[in-house]
T-cell receptor, first 113, second 113 residues
């Protein structure tokens, strides 16, 4: 595997389910990010982890819970979601310590029924 | 806070036409600027970047120049192809630290043969 991978690519879940999204980066980066992409809206930054510590949480509801066990893996745990949470969830990684671009995974298309 | 404004489209052009997608930004300090492209069903790919005033980023025939005086980073290509059909995102990143990107809403580009 190369770059940034995300699983699953598609997920349908009910409002009472609990599921997790997984992201893995194979680039040796030390920062990882979760973004939400909804139709007709700009990409929204949700969480930032640098050196496995959370450094930013943009007022995301508590039904979204991130986890970063090491610099290569990032999870987004989901529970009691709402239909308006249906979106494409994108993971990204970058190397901190300078001006470095972020590399994105293909995303997980989430539908909440 | 930081913000990015870009034309939303869709922008429809004929093959070999000249392309301009406008992007303006508001930010404190000296941000880095990026253009990302998203093909159907995929994540975002970095197209080009510029890190300081008057820098020109270029890739695959696309160019953009960092204009601090007009706070702009317009994307141009001299002759577009059908394969350039995609959504293009302008983004900025503030100085220093593990910061997420601030994105525009994206411009849907459609190239007709």
């Amino acid at each position: 595997e190369t770059g940034v991978t995300q699983t699953p690519r598609h997920l349908v879940m009910g409002m009472t389910n609990k599921k997790s999204l997984k992201c893995e980066q194979h680039l040796g980066h030390n920062a990882m990010y979760w973004y939400k992409q909804s139709a007709k809206k700009p990409l929204e930054l949700m969480f930032v982890y640098s050196l496995e510590e959370r450094v930013e949480n943009n007022s995301v509801p508590s039904r979204f819970s991130p986890e970063c066990p090491n610099s290569s893996h990032l999870f987004l745990h989901l529970h009691t979601l709402q239909p308006e949470d249906s979106a494409l969830y994108l993971c990204a990684s970058s190397q901190e310590g300078g001006v470095h671009e972020q590399y994105f995974g293909p995303g997980t298309r989430l539908t909440v029924t | 806070g930081d913000s990015v404004t870009q034309m939303e489209g869709p922008v429809t052009l004929s093959e070999e036409a000249f392309l301009t997608i406008n992007c303006t930004y508001t930010a404190t300090g000296y941000p880095s600027l990026f253009w990302y492209v998203q093909y159907p069903g995929e994540g975002l790919q970095l197209l080009l970047k510029a890190t300081k005033a008057d820098d020109k980023g270029s890739n695959k025939g696309f160019e953009a120049t960092y204009r601090k005086e007009t706070t702009s980073f317009h994307l141009e290509k001299g002759s577009v192809q059908v394969s350039d059909s995609a959504v293009y995102f302008c983004a900025l990143r503030g100085g220093g630290g593990a910061d997420g990107l601030t994105f525009g809403k994206g411009t849907h580009l459609i190239i007709q043969p």
